[in-house]
């Protein structure tokens, strides 16, 4: 069975830090990972999406990696602000549809 | 329309009622989601639509919940005899052919 766990589960950070959030998967068999942002009250918003033969994808100030050989994404977020204030979710894909989320970290940045 | 809309945003319902959640998915998706997130917990898996497929409703908790969805597009979501611990927020997804996933804006139910 599919388990996504990221951590750490809260992080503060000052404005203007470069910063790694984890996801980490307990099957490498998946068909992509995707991440999204959730603000307090709001539906999910997709960030980056990863397919199972990508290594990498970019958007902006968001970098995203994935080695699923050692079940393990990565979020990169360069030179925080505090728009950045939210909670991020990692999904994985397992077979062909079924979404498993991780539970979450909650970030805040510190003007 | 642009994204995924869901309706009402707020419900409030007394336990025993029945509600009925309505979502909208984008237009050409054919891949339907419907989750419930608890305060502070993760997104659960309640039932999924792809096509004329039939859905997966391996994660419905009850035989209260039921979805459907209609002429492939607009999917409700319908609780009957609502419980307190039905309370929480439903969200609604539809995806691409990539599987990217997009979500609505959610429906906040509140079972007093």
């Known amino acids: 069975k599919q388990e996504v766990t990221q951590i750490p589960a809260a992080l503060s950070v000052p404005e203007g830090e470069n910063l790694v959030l984890n996801c980490s998967f307990t099957?490498?068999?998946?068909?992509?990972l995707q991440w999204f942002r959730q603000d307090p009250g709001k539906g999910l918003t997709s960030l980056l999406l990863?397919?199972?033969?990508?290594r990498e994808q970019t958007s902006g100030r968001l970098n995203a990696s994935l080695d699923k050989s050692s079940g393990r994404s990565t979020l990169y977020i360069a030179a925080s602000q505090p728009g950045d204030s939210a909670t991020y979710l990692c999904?994985?894909?397992?077979?062909?549809?079924?979404?498993?989320f991780g539970t979450g970290t909650r970030l805040k940045v510190l003007a | 329309g642009a994204g995924v809309s869901q309706s009402p945003s707020n419900k409030v319902t007394e336990k025993g009622k029945d509600v009925e959640l309505r979502c909208d998915p984008i237009?050409?998706?054919?891949?339907l989601y419907w989750y419930r997130q608890s305060l502070g917990q993760g997104l659960e898996f309640l039932i999924y639509?792809?096509?004329?497929?039939?859905?997966?409703k391996s994660g419905l908790p009850s035989d209260r919940f039921s979805a459907e969805r209609t002429g492939g597009s607009v999917s409700t979501l319908t609780i009957q005899r609502t419980q307190q611990e039905d309370s929480a927020v439903y969200l609604c997804?539809?995806?691409?052919?990539?599987?990217?996933?997009?979500f609505g804006p959610g429906t906040r139910l509140t079972v007093l």
């Open positions: 099957d490498s068999a998946i068909y992509n």
């Open positions: 237009s050409g998706h054919t891949a």
């Open positions: 997804a539809s995806s691409s052919l990539r599987n990217e996933q997009f």
């Open positions: 639509f792809q096509g004329n497929s039939a859905p997966d």
């Open positions: 990863i397919q199972s033969s990508q």
């Open positions: 999904a994985v894909v397992s077979g062909t549809y079924k979404y498993i």
